[in-house]
């Protein structure tokens, strides 16, 4: 059980990782509201000890990847909704940047967990493949299918591979 | 590409009132398993413990016998009752004392009315047509239960034609069982060894009650006769002789002479 302080300072921290999330798997508030508490009740009340913040911000993840799979395969979850809905209630928008986020959002969700989770997280494939429990080379087939799409969509040259 | 996506999640915000709101919720969930209330887990957990105790030694005390009610006609069984005058237990000593505890189920009846049952079944008056007596022990320690009990048989008995009742020790109750025997037939076979030192376990089992009392007299008769020849001022006689009888139970111990 953590203490009361312990779960201001999670929510603090982690808010913004659990939101981004959140709107990759779910598109919706309602849901995301859900999922959002869900999570931190989870790590008041039945986190594990943690060996350092690198492993307590890994178990965060897991545990909204999860909140998210359960929610969408449930009956009672909400409609979806544009990211320009969400906007207003949950996040800041750049608006410029807008157009690089429906790109990421148009992926099929397997990849866009892993984007996600390499180019802002920058996680390895290795600690990826151990977070979603998958072989180290689906997540590097993923990550390169991934590129693929997006250098299509986003168009132009001169990205990382 | 990667600095892109950097860029445009970084721009993906928790919004305010999201945190608040989750904050307060959370927080309040903490408060509630903390004790500044207490989780309902905290209270079921212990009253289900508890009732499961309090179920596991009801029901411990309602099958534990404290008294012990002997029939014998020729059928001979034992009821094991309660310290609620329950009958919790049958047990037939031979087999047709098993027949009448199989055909007659008086489980968990009151024992004064399992008794009255049991007497006015067609089976035991069908034996008491052929045998004419039957005599009914309470054994047990002498307390409050046991003269309530031997007062409630005496109270369905005293219209029966034939029927005795007594009190029995718990000495002699475990004697009659080490031997094999119902209360009423191992207190029957100790008389009869009295006047038969011969007579063995085996050959009262499956003799009536009648059976066994009409064997005491005739060894008596034979005592007597052979004492007319010899005047003897001391006169003794089995208390359950029905010209002794009083009509009250007596206590049966290593001796059992009522001399008049």
Known sequence: MRSESEVSKAIDKYADTVTRLCMLYLKSYADTEDVFQSVFIKYAVKSPDFENESHEKAWIIKVTINACKDMLKSFFRSRTVSIEEMSGKLFVKDEDLSYVLEAVLSLPEKYRTVVYLHYYEEYTAVEIGQMLGKNVNTIYTRLARAKELLRKSLGGDGYES | ?260
């Open chain 2, 1 to 260: 590409m990667k600095a892109e996506v950097k860029a445009a999640f970084d721009a993906v915000k928790a919004g305010k009132s999201i945190k608040s709101e989750t904050e307060e919720k959370v927080l309040a969930r903490l408060r509630r398993y903390n004790g500044h209330g207490v989780s309902a887990i905290k209270i079921a957990l212990p009253l289900a413990v508890c009732l499961l105790i309090a179920v596991c030694a009801g029901g411990w005390l309602y099958f534990t016998p404290t008294m012990c009610i002997s029939i014998d006609i020729n059928p001979s069984l034992e009821l094991s009752v309660n310290r609620w005058d329950r009958v919790i237990g049958i047990r037939g000593f031979n087999d047709s004392g098993k027949y009448l505890g199989y055909a007659v189920d008086v489980k968990h009846m009151r024992c004064a009315d399992a008794v009255e049952v049991l007497i006015n079944s067609k089976e035991v008056s069908s034996y008491m047509n052929k045998e004419g007596a039957i005599e009914i022990g309470v054994a047990g320690k002498e307390n409050a239960q046991s003269q309530r009990l031997m007062d409630d048989i005496r109270a369905c008995t005293k219209d029966v034609e034939g029927s005795r009742c007594y009190n029995i020790s718990t000495e002699e109750l475990e004697k009659a069982h080490e031997a094999g025997l119902s209360c009423g037939k191992y207190r029957a076979f100790e008389e009869l060894r009295k006047v038969a030192p011969d007579v063995t376990y085996e050959e009262v089992r499956d003799m009536s009650i009648r059976e066994i009392r009409e064997q005491i007299r005739s060894y008596n008769d034979k005592v007597t006769m052979s004492n007319e020849t010899q005047p003897d001022d001391s006169h003794t006689c089995i208390a359950e002789d029905k010209e002794c009888d009083t009509g009250q139970g007596h206590r049966y111990g290593a001796n059992n002479k009522n001399s008049h």
